[in-house]
């Protein structure tokens, strides 16, 4: 059996069918269950005080914003080498599952500046780095409802996608390569000293995972609209030919 | 059985409050269109299956021997 296979429509609905109540029943409890420990269970931080409570929503939301951008970019180069087009609509669907976990992350960001860092927002290079990611998830989406034939759409799409991965690179990476700026380092990092206490580390690993589960629960959902709305303007179109 | 957040209650609820309500319209929406598209194609293809079913009726009542 090969992965490819699934790049048939048919197939890849009756595999979705099967995997989506799993995955959707899976995110839910991840979610549930990381959230009220994290809220309710974890103690205050001795210097961020009740604010770390919002790294439960924070970092898996960043976490998911970057991924989901790479989810895009893995299936935009297979439409662009094989022309597979349930990877096209892939991608097209993730984009504004993407978009809303930026825009989580942006907000609860920003919220948890303000009381900690004195500010809203600063021009730091991860920050910014997330920003224009952010114009990028809004532009892939236009660009995607304003081409009427969708192969063209799908490639002006896969090309946009891949200048805006640099975006996606330098959010994680940015600090590599410039000063470190005003926000922290890695909360979940290979190396364990740089990660954040053990209390608070076992529920937003939970998270995270609940954050994952329900992009790919809403990524499998969205991808079997858009097969479906293809097929929907294909059957209308020669509905209207007849 | 609420934590006591202290002066940073309103900056924590309000990050909870926000990312809730996105991600609960996020699924929202998906779900809804997943589910008026499902059933806009059913109609479609019914009727698609009713067209086909009544040309080939059609076909068959030909008499092409006159």
């Known amino acids: ?242 | 059985m609420m934590p006591d957040l202290g002066k940073y209650a309103d900056s924590v609820l309000g990050a909870y409050g926000v990312s809730l309500l996105l991600l609960a319209a996020l699924v929202w929406l998906s779900w809804s269109r997943a589910r008026k598209l499902r059933d806009e194609l059913n109609d479609v293809e019914r009727r698609a299956a009713q067209a086909r079913g009544a040309s080939e009726n059609g076909a068959e009542g030909i008499d092409v021997n006159g």
């Not at chain 1, 059996?1 to 699934?6: F, G, N, R, T």
């Not at chain 1, 063209?152 to 470190?180: H, I, K, P």
């Not at chain 1, 364990?192 to 995270?208: G, Q, R, S």
């Open chain 1, 1 to 242: 059996m090969s992965l490819w296979e699934y790049a048939n429509p048919r197939r890849f609905m009756q595999l979705s069918a099967t995997a989506l109540p799993w995955i959707g029943g899976l995110s839910a409890l991840c979610l549930v269950v990381g959230l009220v420990w994290g809220f309710f269970l974890t103690p205050d931080d001795y210097r961020q005080g009740s604010t770390v409570k919002i790294i439960y929503l924070h970092v898996p939301a960043a976490f998911m914003a970057i991924n989901a951008w790479v989810m895009m970019l893995v299936a935009s180069l297979i439409w662009l080498v094989r022309r597979h087009h349930v990877s096209a609509l892939a991608a097209r669907a993730a984009a504004p599952v993407g978009l809303t976990m930026t825009a989580i992350a942006m907000v609860t960001g920003a919220l948890w500046g303000q009381p900690m860092w004195g500010t809203w927002w600063v021009w730091d290079p991860r920050l910014t780095s997330f920003l224009v990611l952010m114009l990028f998830y809004m532009g892939y989406i236009a660009l995607w409802a304003a081409i009427e034939d969708s192969d063209t759409a799908a490639d002006l799409t896969s090309v946009m996608c891949l200048v805006g991965s640099v975006f996606a690179f330098l959010s994680r990476y940015a600090v590599l390569f410039w000063n470190q700026g005003l926000h922290q380092g890695a909360s979940l990092s290979l190396d364990k000293e740089e990660n954040v206490a053990d209390v608070f580390w076992l529920p937003l690993v939970v998270c995270i995972a609940g954050f994952v589960l329900l992009f790919l629960s809403l990524v499998l959902l969205r991808t079997r609209t858009e097969i479906r709305a293809r097929r929907l303007k294909a059957l209308l179109l020669r509905e209207r030919m007849a």
